[in-house]
């Protein structure tokens, strides 16, 4: 990474080395409002040599063997735990994290889950089934794709970035991550690790770029002969145009894009543990996740002892300070919020919890977390991802209500049930139209041994475990006479 007398400028990172390049954009960090480093810009010419580079290391890294792949990821792990502290430092700086969620959430799960793909390169195997034919066999193998994209977000990198690299380079591939242009050095610091634990040059290639020139980097990547698949983390409306762009080209693509996910709340349910519960996964990480809690729909018999039980979940400890008011990423994602608070508001929604308006003088990009009850189902904080600590609530008069409120929208990534009959919370998980339920926790839940992703406009394949590692692995059928 170079440096000016007076600023950081975070490079990309193309063939093993470093450029900073001519052209740079500023990294402006949402708690202060002013730029914390530059970084280069990448051109849709340096993303084609960014792919021309993973292209050319492919070949060898396809066939290095599986030991030897195992043991650069390990040790890129060992580095990233060294460096743990530094790197959420990073993360807070960029995108607004607090301390809690960058250094004792997002960096530890990223590097458990680096550990265990790693683990898991040595027991990718094909089969041998046996064919209809005397005198003939077959022998099914599984090989890597080649060279793929990785196109990844901000708000959670180090879990993005590692998910997306690592599975790519388990599997013999190369890749090139596409970085978000709000938080480049945290992904600069992915690459470091892999380089320094080893990894050969090309094989792992970081590009970044500011909003406006995004579209034609990408497309100049997708259009690029050599990329073989393409993985994408994020909204669901760019999803569609990077979907688009993979249609046209007839190439694969993984999306794991928006959602809209809904806790029930049943009339057994033990309420002090649902209402923490529903606190922890609307606020976490300022809100800024895609399985954050949005939707709360709550059995009509048990709505006061909730709120009793929901306010005192989301109160400090006696004799605690008040917190600060969590940091969202930029002022365009506070305007967006406090705009959809607004109109809930005036369309005849009330505030359950917190002020419902924007306030306090502190410094950067603050909200105050926020739930809503009486809401509608027409209303834009019921149907539209906030990306924010601000979840809605409803009344139900049955289960069977709440999960056809919950199926509504068009998302399916993750939801919750709150239930102390397992049987009941069983068949309503399998009603709900998601990729994950979880009964009696958080919405928030994403770990290395769980495959990760949605239905619907929440996107299709899978993440993390062997079916994260299978989706960077193609199939190859051999027959012979005997």
């Known amino acids: ?12 990172l193309i063939d093993g080395k470093e450029e900073s390049g001519p052209a740079t954009f500023d990294v402006v960090s949402p708690y202060t409002g002013e730029p914390c480093w530059s970084a280069a810009a990448a051109t849709e010419r340096d993303a084609a040599r960014a792919v021309d580079a993973a292209a ?36 807070r700086t960029e995108m607004g994290a607090d301390v809690g969620t960058s250094q004792f959430f ?12 790693a683990g898991r390169i040595t027991s990718i195997c094909g089969s041998v089934p046996t064919v209809e034919e005397d005198g003939q066999s077959a022998i099914v193998f599984k090989e890597p794709i080649g060279v793929v994209l990785g196109i990844v977000p901000w708000n959670a990198p180090y879990v993005f970035g590692i998910r997306s690299a690592a599975c790519a380079l388990a599997a013999g591939n190369t890749t090139v991550l596409k970085s978000s242009e709000l938080s480049p050095r945290c992904y600069w610091a992915i690459g470091r690790a892999f380089q320094d634990a080893g990894l050969p040059a090309g094989c792992l290639n970081i590009v970044s770029c500011e909003a406006t020139a995004a579209p034609a980097v990408v497309n100049a990547m997708i259009e690029h002969p050599a990329v073989r698949k393409i993985n994408f983390t994020g909204s669901t409306a760019v999803g569609r145009k990077i979907a688009e762009a993979c249609g046209r080209n007839l190439k694969p693509c993984l ?16 309420l002090a543990l649902a209402a923490r519960s529903i606190v922890a996964g609307s606020f976490l990480n300022s ?41 969202i990423v930029s002022a365009a994602s506070k305007a967006r919020v406090e705009q959809i608070i607004a109109s809930a508001l005036s369309s005849g929604a009330r505030v359950l919890l917190g002020s419902g308006a924007g306030e306090g003088q502190d410094a950067g990009v603050r909200v ?5 009850d009486s809401v509608d189902e027409k209303m834009a904080v019921w149907n539209d991802e906030s990306f924010a600590p601000l979840a809605a609530c409803m009344t139900v008069d049955s ?66 475990a062997n079916m994260g590692l299978d989706e960077f692995l193609v199939t190859k059928t051999v027959t012979w006479k005997d």
């Open 399 to 464: 289960d069977d209500q709440a999960v056809a409120l919950a199926n509504q929208g068009g998302y399916g990534l993750s939801a919750s049930v709150f239930t102390e009959d397992l049987r009941k919370g069983l068949a309503l998980a399998k009603k709900i139209e998601s990729g994950a339920v979880h009964i009696n926790s958080m919405t928030i839940h994403d770990e290395p041994v769980l495959p990760h992703g949605g239905v619907k406009n929440s996107g299709w394949g899978r993440f993390n």
């Open 368 to 372: 105050t977390p926020t739930i809503l």
């Open 255 to 270: 999306m794991e894009l928006g959602g809209k996910n809904s806790a029930i709340v049943c009339a057994d349910a033990d």
């Open 287 to 327: 809100g800024q996740i895609c399985m954050s809690t949005d939707r709360i729909l709550l059995h009509a018999s048990v709505v006061d002892k909730f709120v009793e039980a929901l306010k005192t979940a989301a109160s400090p400890p006696s004799g605690d300070a008040a917190p600060e008011r969590p940091t």
């Open 106 to 117: 997002v960096v530890p799960l990223s590097i458990r889950m680096l550990r265990d793909v």
């Open 56 to 91: 050319a290391a492919f070949p060898a890294w396809s066939r290095t063997k599986p030991t030897a792949r195992r043991d650069i990821l390990l040790r890129a792990a060992d580095i990233l735990e060294s460096r743990l502290e530094e790197n959420a430092a990073h993360m």
């Open 1 to 12: 990474m170079s440096t000016t007398s007076q600023q950081v400028v975070v490079p990309l």
